[in-house]
């Protein structure tokens, strides 16, 4: 072991960092308080046992001090966690709310693709709302008055922050606690300007003028990314489009984040060294690299604040600058150790960041690069001295190796978030990376320069054709047989043994990387075997569907919304048109119910489901309760409704959230085994709880007696 990592010793310091994001990762999935406050007191009562043994640190071996590290930084991990949710803990709305919302604009984002502008308002004290609110205002209502700033009033409809729809979907009350989000809803009417606000900030305004700019001068889809790529407005991006990009494995264009970033710092760079190298007395005067380095930095700094400074934008200009940092001192940039620093440093700021889609992702990324672009077989490859046809077909050899083996290495994360990864972003990609980088985004930078002068119409054509060319590359790729493939969600386990297998893989450098195969096909072999789910209720009681293995997926209503819609099909890992209950020959319906039977694992399973809030005489319901195995109602059912096995109403919707259920071994999963522990649930549950007691407690008081 000791001579192992001897050998591996220039990595050692990398592991650091997963350690601490091991202890965040631990905040997240284990049930409450008390289990973290044992991880840590584990962590450092192990760190401290292993110092008591070998008496100092001068004393230790190695591996001694890998462990020493590795627990401290664990227990770290999940004690800074620990304190960024409670110093951002704002109570949520405990239940609907309607009146006169008056307060002042923290932000604004105008979505004009869906015809909206979203604000962050802070309500004034005396209404008794969460600190912060988030609320859509229909275009046609909008008002030039409506900016960062001013303090309006207008009618308002708020909701608590929205759980998890269903077991392993995505929760924006998780997200709405970090961003101290108390509340969401819209805006009824036109808003009554109070207060004029300020002046804009000088990065707000150049971006919003900016991107109007980009848009008239590209028109239609091609100029919401246009925009988007220049100045990080995703809003006037059609859903067509986003949902293109998405399931063709193009939709990392469409974030600010490394690939942009990268592109303008190292255009400044090069231009920048190139320029000033005209000038032998410049040359000889300055270190160049470090000049150009600052440039760089300077353009980085910049356009970070000009596209809105978003975590995954800083996040990556923040590991640019430690790379531009590494050539002004003649370090190799190139180095898991520079990923490692960047990533501790958003991990410090924003810890909650490691469980979402976009860390993971853009870090995985960069890790699976470097790796690859590292090893000694691609470095001989990189350094061959070949003619212009070989140094070509090098280029479009690493690009299609870089990107298919990003496409692996991202597969896993989007399943576990998604449930769905697409199969032809290697080949996408290998088209539109270099597209974006070398041809649409240098023709946008000078096209807008040219606008100066009056002169960038013709460049602007360009580029509209070249983005139409991204667009169409996307749509094909999307909509090509099997583009995407459908998994139903596994659960933090099976995603951990990915994690830890790839950065088993990615993070050594002698020939023990190979162990990392073992967990990952594990993984593979988790993901194979995990069964959809049978039937899915939402945790509203509204919807309900039955997924039937090779079969279309029935729904309760015909008129499911289109969130609600794409929740239940990615829960259910199916893609097609799915079929409305009373359409269904195998389903039994009356105005109030429908019953039907599923086939288990050992027998047959019966369910009843209420379709809507209709009174049914109680004895009825009783005697139909007793003979199913399971009844699902989006109301509350009377006790004397006894289902041989299982019965979900409103009561246990309120405590449990959505369920997702497994006829073969009679299991149910629920969205509360998620969160529950959690004080983004805990107090959700907690007030509304409280909420129900009072309404029940006005009631008795205004009864007659």
Known sequence: MERWLLAERDQLPVWIVVAFAAGIALWFLLPGSDWAAAVIALGLGGALMVLAVRRSWAAMELGARCLFLGLLMLAAGCAHMAWRADRVAADPLAAPWFGLLTGRIESRETLPARKLVRLIIAPAPALGLPPRVRVNLDMALDDAGVRPGAIIAARARLMPPAQAALPGGYSFAQRAWFDRLGATGSLLDRPRIVKPGGQASPFDSLRARLSAHIQASVPGGAGGIAATLATGDRGAISEEDAEAMRRSGLAHLLSISGLHVTALIGAVWLITLRLLALFPLLARAWRLPLVAAGAGALAGIGYTLLTGAEVPTIRSCAAALLVLLALALGRDPVSPRLIAAGAMLVLLAWPEALMGPSFQLSFAAVTAIVALHDHPVMRRWAAEDLSWPGRVARFLGLTFLTGLLI??????????????????????????????????????????????????????????????????????????????????RTGGHVFALFVLGGLWLAL?????????????????????????????VTGDGQHVAVNRSGDPMVLLRRGTGDYALQSLSESAAFDGEALAIEDWPEAKCSPEFCAFTLQGQARDVSILVGRNRERVPERALAAACRRTDIVIAGRWLPRSCRPRWLKIDRARLDRTGGIAVYLADQTARTVASDHEGHPWWDRAMALRKAAREAQRAERLSTRPR
Do not use: S
Not at 433 to 438: G, M, V
């Open 407 to 488: 496409e692996f290495t991202l597969m896993p994360i989007a399943l576990h978030h998604f449930g769905k990864a697409g199969l032809y972003g290697a080949l996408a990609n290998m088209v539109a990376i270099p597209l974006t980088t070398f041809v649409i985004m240098p023709i946008e930078a000078l096209a807008l320069l040219l606008d100066l002068a009056g002169l960038g119409a013709p460049l602007w054509w360009l580029c509209g054709q070249a983005l139409q060319l991204l667009i169409a590359l996307a749509h094909l790729a999307a909509d090509a047989p099997g583009a995407v493939a459908l998994f139903p």
């Open 508 to 536: 050594w450098r002698t020939r023990g990387r190979w162990l990392g195969l073992l967990p990952v096909a594990l993984g593979v072999t988790g993901v194979m075997l995990q069964p959809a789910p049978d039937l899915l």
